[in-house]
């Protein structure tokens, strides 16, 4: 049976730590362990009493001692960077990877592509089952409706984002351009919006502020009428879950690049 135990990634961080009670929480699931930047202010904390819960006698560890030898699968919410150094480390022990960390440059898409042709990786700018839903009812919404409805997509994070566009915003971007046929990259709206908006433009809109844990709404803008798809976040044991689920359902799985419609079964 091939080994299932679950590493975590960015232990300490926002989702770091409610991917591992998520982990303690699931039967059946098991915790390999946690790492963290190197000279990072959580190492050697208990692993339990970062996430909030009991103590469980595992410390989290520094990344140059990362517990991939010991894991089956490794979840990763880190940053660009990190996520594909950890794609090529992971790669090369034979461990599955999932990764929700968002902003990726060409570069680390590339260098995921590459480690994904020796392992299963599942790859997301969201976990959850709702934003998977709304990603397949936004291509048909666009598929259905012409340039006549102009394609606007609003995304609202807490004060601590980094990147933006969200993730989250991208694959709704990317599912519109789908639907009408054409690539987003051709068709996304200038970051300077001044002037009258241009016929199949679609356009991103951003706000940061406080803890919203994540907000999506696509809107399509007619003359006569607005249709709007929205997507919010109440909890980011949300995406934990998503994420758990994801790496419980990639081990044993063939070498390739999977996303959660391939988790979910969506197609
Ligand atoms: N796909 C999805 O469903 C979701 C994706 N995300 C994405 O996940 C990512 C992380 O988000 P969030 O948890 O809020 O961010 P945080 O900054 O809270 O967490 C990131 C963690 O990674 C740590 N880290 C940095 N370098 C390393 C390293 N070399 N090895 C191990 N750990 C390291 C950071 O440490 P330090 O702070 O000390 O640098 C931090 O603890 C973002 O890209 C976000 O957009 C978030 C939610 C859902
Ligand atoms: O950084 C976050 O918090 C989130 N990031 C993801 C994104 O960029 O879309 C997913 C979620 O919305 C929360």
Known sequence: ??????????????MGKAIVAEILRTPG???????????????????????????????????????????????????????????????????????????????????IAEAAKSVPIVKSGNMSVGVNVLTALVEQAAKALDESFDIEIFEAHHRAKVDAPSGTAQMLGHAAARGRGVELADRQAPVDRSGARKTGDIGFSVSRGGGIVGVHEVSFAGMQEVITLSHSAIDRGLFAKGAVAAARWAVGKPPGLYSMRDVLGLG
């Open 1 to 14: 049976m091939p080994n299932s135990s679950i590493l975590v990634a960015g232990a300490g961080g926002r």
């Open 29 to 111: 699931a098991s915790l390999a362990g946690g790492f963290e930047r190197p000279g990072g202010p959580d190492i050697g904390k208990d692993i339990g009493v970062l996430a909030g819960l009991d103590a469980i006698g595992l410390a989290v560890e520094d990344a140059a001692d990362n517990g991939l030898s010991r894991a089956g699968v490794l979840i990763d919410f880190t940053t660009p960077k990190v996520s594909a150094e950890n794609a090529k480390a992971a790669a090369a022990k034979g461990v599955a990877h999932v990764i929700g960390t968002t902003g990726l440059a060409s570069d680390d898409e590339a260098t």
